[in-house]
């Protein structure tokens, strides 16, 4: 069973495209994360929210408690947002557990 | 990214030996936890600590032994390395509901 769904899996892009990855999760969660792995990289997160919205640059990250759902948005794509985006969630039943969807690879040529 | 350094980053070693990776934090977080990164899977948890001399396992804990003897450092064993540990393994700790990721070790198993 997979506790965090992301869509679309793989995502190519031509620059100053607008893009969105979408994720649902099926656990009681006390926050929701975006993280962004670059090829060969590290993970770095990009958003933390259990509510409503937070923009950070050209990203933005949005939730919906009651649907259970979350979007991230890349305003204005460039190339170097060429990564994997992974979503995250911190479960509220467990208290102290992670899940992660897949990732979406995203691709943007120039 | 909470001071986490992970050793070594790469390492190539032979099937039936011995492995240690090492996670080490400056932050003095709580939680601490190993996971996995394979290809079409999100990341896994191996095992975690919920503080020193307190650990438990993830979901895919066979084959792994921990050790938590200090809040700064958390090992993970691999006792007898096989194929099937070939992975990228990152270390992660936890502050309230953040998450902050070490930069990954590369481990093949020849």
């Known amino acids: 069973k997979n506790e965090v769904e992301q869509s679309p899996q793989n995502l190519t892009a031509q620059e100053g495209e607008f893009i969105t990855i979408n994720c649902s999760y099926s656990?009681?969660?006390?926050?929701l994360h975006w993280l962004q792995q670059h090829p060969g990289g590290g993970i770095v997160s990009l958003f933390m929210l259990s509510s409503g919205k937070k923009k950070h640059g050209r990203l933005i990250a949005t939730i919906n408690i009651q649907e259970k759902h979350s979007s991230l948005h890349i305003t204005a794509s460039h190339p170097r947002d060429s990564a994997v985006y992974i979503c995250a969630v911190s479960a509220s039943n467990t208290g102290n557990q992670f899940y992660f969807g897949t990732g979406t690879s995203l691709t943007v040529i120039p | 990214d909470a001071g986490i350094t992970q050793s070594p980053r790469h390492k190539v070693t032979e099937t039936g030996t011995p492995v240690t990776l090492r996670c080490h934090q400056t932050?003095?977080?709580?939680?601490m936890y190993w996971y996995r990164q394979d290809p079409g899977h999100g990341l896994r948890l191996i095992h975690y600590?919920?503080?020193?001399?307190?650990?438990d396992k993830g979901e895919v804990s066979d084959g792994y032994s921990v050790s938590r003897s200090k809040t700064e450092d958390f090992l993970l064993t691999l006792e007898s390395a096989t194929s099937s540990q070939t992975s990228v393994y990152f270390c992660?700790?936890?502050?309230?509901?953040?998450?902050?990721f070490g930069q990954g070790t590369r481990l093949t198993v020849v």
């Open positions: 932050e003095n977080h709580r939680y």
């Open positions: 656990v009681g969660i006390s926050a």
């Open positions: 600590s919920y503080g020193v001399k307190d650990t």
């Open positions: 992660a700790t936890r502050q309230n509901t953040e998450a902050f």
